[in-house]
């Protein structure tokens, strides 16, 4: 039953993805962007009745989706608990109406309100940067893409803006690893769930990271920073579509003795600096890995699901 239903999973996100690959066209150019993308994004602030408090805004074909949490943004002391989350009436009305709360936004400001119309504070907008952007690649490292050419991999592709393209795999192969990625969601409002800048970064071809614009959403373990299939990001870090956001990945290979698994693989996964694995056992392979289980090293491999999601600053340190 469960192998039916990653297949049918699978087969819908490729039919989805064929459907917005033209949509998508634009979807990485910042200045073609339409009216929705400067209203969504993150908002903080104080409230009166709450304290600190955090909102993120989703945009999507019609309406804004916002979701209210308690003690911060994700990440920026939320809880874990305290969520609610609400709708506008559609593109045109910026007022998100919450449970008990409205939400108004202008000039880059969310105005708090209770259902009275009582002020119970202002949130403004914030633009959150991963501490490990731009990480420099240590003594050691193999640099697999800087910008300069894509030859470290196989089917490697580059943007004229010098952004590696979604879809190639590593010529060299790894056992255990340090590896750091940065990637960039495409803004695609008219899209959703699987079908919206979905990628995936997989560990010597077997366990797939997933990638995926999955901000403001549950966080589970086929959204972006769970291990596919296996086990959802203990937090949803996941930025807003055109952020440039990273992944610094600790990988130990599955132990092999005459053959057979006696150890599976672990990896521990920091998703814009915050740790959401830690020591995560990968049990199988992920069902679409281009690589089986087995106890030869495997390659890197960036997904391609028809999105077009770009990458930038990837390198690794074999242990």
């Known amino acids: 039953m469960l192998r039916s239903r990653i297949a049918l999973e699978i087969l819908t996100v490729c039919f989805v993805g064929l459907i917005n690959s033209a949509r998508a066209a634009d ?3 910042p200045s073609k962007v339409d009216a ?3 209203i969504q994004g993150e908002y903080a602030g104080e409230l009166t009745d709450g304290g600190k408090t955090g909102v993120q805004v989703i945009g999507y074909k019609d309406k804004f989706h916002g979701v209210m949490y308690a003690g911060g943004l994700p990440g920026d002391g939320w809880d874990k608990k ?3 989350e609400g709708d506008s009436a559609g593109l045109t009305d910026v007022k998100i109406k919450f449970d008990g709360k409205v939400g108004t936004i202008a000039d880059g400001k969310m105005a708090i309100t ?9 949130l403004k907008h914030v633009v959150r940067e991963s501490p490990t952007l731009g990480a420099k690649p240590p003594e050691g490292a193999v640099v697999l893409f800087d910008g300069s050419n894509a030859d470290a991999w196989n089917g490697g592709k580059m943007t004229e803006d010098k952004l590696l393209i979604q879809g190639p795999t590593t010529k060299q192969k790894f056992n255990d690893f340090t590896l750091h990625v940065e990637f960039r969601l495409p803004y695609m409002p008219e899209a959703g769930g699987q079908g919206r800048g979905n990628s995936g970064v997989y560990m010597q071809g077997r366990y797939e990271v997933q990638v995926l614009d999955s901000f403001g959403l549950k966080g589970e373990n086929n959204e972006c920073g769970g291990i596919y ?3 959802a990001p203990a ?6 579509p055109l952020s440039w956001q990273t992944y610094d990945i600790e990988y130990t290979a599955a132990t092999y003795e005459g053959g057979k698994k006696v150890k599976n693989a672990v990896a521990t996964v ?3 600096g ?4 830690e020591a995560t056992e990968l049990t199988h392979a992920t069902t679409a890995a281009p690589v089986g289980e087995g106890p030869d090293a495997g390659p890197i491999y960036l997904q391609d699901h028809g999105n077009p999601v770009r990458y930038r600053n990837v390198w690794i340190v074999a242990k």
């Open 229 to 231: 299939t296996i086990k």
């Open 235 to 240: 937090v949803n870090m996941c930025f807003p």
């Open 270 to 272: 920091k998703h814009n």
């Open 114 to 122: 209770n259902d009275k119309g009582d002020k119970l504070g202002e």
């Open 27 to 29: 979807a990485n150019d």
């Open 82 to 84: 305290g969520k609610v």
């Open 36 to 38: 929705t993308f400067a």
């Open 274 to 277: 915050v740790l959401i694995q």
